[in-house]
């Protein structure tokens, strides 16, 4: 690929490097040009830059390789370099995550919300989770924010969420704007899935569904029952699938009828006891099952991922996929060779990987190809901000 822009091409270059350090803590040099087919030369003023900016650190000397010489440094990312704030929110209650650059959990907290618009609501979060970032004494890096409903995270728009009741608004323009740190946002199904790439960041994965399922109470403001809201996270290639009108995962199921309100065929009364009844629990998971089936059958992932009340009860989940009559599930993951794997039922999943997001965006190659979720971090700004919290 030809890049004639020296800028873009620094950037890819200094992405190339960070993100294999990030992927491959305790790499020399030598394998990291090895690597990426890039001059020694190129790799070593990298790499000196990333040191001088408290990015990179020197760590122990690796092992002599059998032709002798020195031993090679090996090289790890300073996991204080600075900190990512994760945020869930919903009309009634936020959740929020503080990790590292490797997605550990520093801090977290949730509460409930009274009515008020979104812009109203960042703005107490930013100065709360401003002082909490504070406390935890790492440069801020940047604010991430799940939210739930089709959401353009490139240009920051959301383009509808009914649970906010939002249709086509800024939120970068009208929001973010007004803060001094970077800002995204994300559905929150998507930011499950961002948060299976980083655990799986050593061994990326290809082709995956991240299936989200939380329960919702009622909102007077827009009308919507208590009940179980599902979306889906896909990845291909690697990458986060958005879709021509960024509404890639939004679900329905096999079995809805036109005029049904809702996504699911089950009744608003099965629905709205889902979370504190095992039956109606069964009964949801049962037209999940169907509903996923003919996915799986033409996605062939490697991986489904379930996430929030989707794996709430394991015991549950794991013994009715067992009884394959009911729903074909299991066949049909058997026949494409995808494995289901389960959250560990983290009521933090969402938060988590709206972090998660933001590092991989920190952390990914810059292409000129690139469409839909290309926003970019500037290593400048990093560079910047990690400076300024470390003096």
Request: proline residues 4%; hydrophobic residues 40%; glycine residues 8%.
């Amino acid at each position: 690929m030809r890049i004639n822009n020296n800028t873009f091409q620094r950037d890819a270059n200094i992405s190339l490097v960070a993100q294999t350090i990030w992927r491959h803590p305790g790499i020399s040099r030598i394998d990291i040009a090895r690597a990426l087919n890039l001059y020694r030369s190129t790799v070593t003023n990298i790499i000196q830059n990333l040191i001088e900016a408290g990015i990179v650190y020197e760590a122990e000397a690796g092992e002599v390789t059998p032709q002798g010489g020195r031993r090679p440094i090996l090289l790890r990312i300073n996991e204080k370099m600075g900190c990512v704030v994760g945020l869930e929110i919903q009309p009634d209650f936020y959740r929020a995550a503080v990790t590292n650059i490797y997605g550990q959990r520093l801090y977290e907290e949730e509460k409930p919300l009274k009515d008020s618009s979104l812009a109203a609501v960042f703005a107490f979060l930013f100065d709360h989770l401003r002082t909490v970032v504070e406390n935890i004494r790492l440069p801020f890096l940047g604010i991430s924010i799940a939210l739930p409903g089709i959401i353009n995270p490139d240009e920051g728009i959301i383009i509808q969420s009914d649970p906010f009741d939002l249709t086509n608004y800024h939120f970068y323009r009208e929001v973010a704007a007004r803060y001094p740190v970077p800002i995204m946002i994300e559905n929150d199904a998507n930011c499950c899935a961002w948060e299976d790439l980083n655990r799986y960041r050593d061994t990326p994965l290809e082709d995956f569904i991240s299936v989200l399922a939380e329960y919702h109470t009622k909102n007077p403001l827009t009308g919507l029952r208590s009940g179980v809201g599902v979306g889906m996270g896909i990845a291909l290639g690697g990458k986060i699938h958005y879709g021509k009108r960024y509404a890639a995962g939004e679900f329905t199921s096999v079995l809805w009828q036109q005029g049904k309100s809702g996504q699911f065929e089950l009744s608003d009364e099965v629905m709205l006891h889902v979370a504190d009844n095992e039956g109606a629990y069964r009964q949801f998971l049962i037209e999940l099952f169907k509903s996923l089936k003919p996915i799986v059958s033409v996605f062939d992932p490697e991986v489904l991922f379930f996430h929030g009340e989707a794996c709430r009860n394991r015991e549950v989940v794991l013994d009715l996929l067992e009884k394959d009559e009911q729903h074909g599930l299991k066949s049909v993951l058997q026949r494409v060779g995808c494995r289901l794997e389960l959250s560990p039922g983290d009521v933090f999943d969402v938060a988590h990987g709206a972090a998660s997001m933001f590092i991989h965006r920190l952390f990914s190659v810059p292409e000129l190809t690139d469409r839909k979720g290309s926003y970019r971090i500037s290593w400048e700004e990093i560079f910047e901000r990690v400076k300024n919290g470390t003096r």
